[in-house]
């Protein structure tokens, strides 16, 4: 598997699996355990959840799918904007950590912005850090505007991670979030590469055409299209053990100036700036 380095040169997975709709059902959880330890063994070692996911089912789903092998997987988990205050954020991480059954996740995120100031959640976060619950920490969500205010923040610098909607149909962030955070070196993480509901997504013409030129799935050009800048990792959330082989072979599809140019054609890069799109 390839790897992405965090500003403090840590590498994780380039693409890692989401958790979001795990937990939500009993009769699900053995197949979703089993399909994230799949992808743990394929080397999708970065495992994005959040405490909202299920109301903490995906983080037991989590919990369950590292048990006996947590030092091989990267934690990303979120915590609610609502629990972003400085007594908030500890409170909201203890609770993450008992049902992720571990004693540190390896990057916390605000998952999306609420009324606190940014910089009650960073010192907050830089408290937790400090006190090694967490070992990174990012946010999710955000747009230039609060990127800066997160730099300019006392310990904002520490900022390792944003993750945002991005693929073919919402790639509105390479006009100016997805630059700016190649400069500071914070990490850009994909989520819904897939389009979320993939339907729409993976019957696109451009992909569709590009996939069999490769002898590929629409799914895994879509993968490698976000991947092919080097500060992106992708998320993709899969239940299915096909999908989860799928997604990790994605690694090796590697896109030519002419699929690029394809992809271009009918997903129009954007020409200005756009709002932050997001779920
Ligand atoms: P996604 O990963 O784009 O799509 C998930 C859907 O794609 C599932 O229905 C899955 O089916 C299917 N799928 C997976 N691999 C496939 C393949 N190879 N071929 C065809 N279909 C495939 O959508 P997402 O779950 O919204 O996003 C991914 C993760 O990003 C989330 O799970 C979550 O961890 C994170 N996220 C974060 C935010 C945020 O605000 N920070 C928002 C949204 C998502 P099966 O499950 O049946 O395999």
Redesign the pocket.
Known sequence: MRTVKLPSGEPVSAIGQ?????GDGKSEAAREVA?LQLGIDLGMTLI???EM?ADGGAERIVAQAVAGRRDQVFIVS?VYPYNASRSGVPAACERSLKRLNTDRIDLY?L??RGSFPLSETVAAFEALRQAGKIRHWGV??LDVADMEAIAGAPGGENCAAN???Y?PNSRGIEYDLLPWCDKRGVAIMA????????SRL?RSPALVAVAKRHGV?P??VALAWGLRFPHVIS??????A???R??AAAIDVVLTAEDLAEIDATHRPPGRKQPLD??
């Open positions: 989401g958790t979001w709709y795990m399909a994005d959840t959040a996911y979120k995120l998952h999306w999710s969500n993750q945002v909607l693929h989520y819904s590469p897939l389009g979320h509901t993939t993976l799935t799914a895994q998320i993709p959330k899969a239940s299915d096909g999908h989860v799928e997604n997001l779920l």
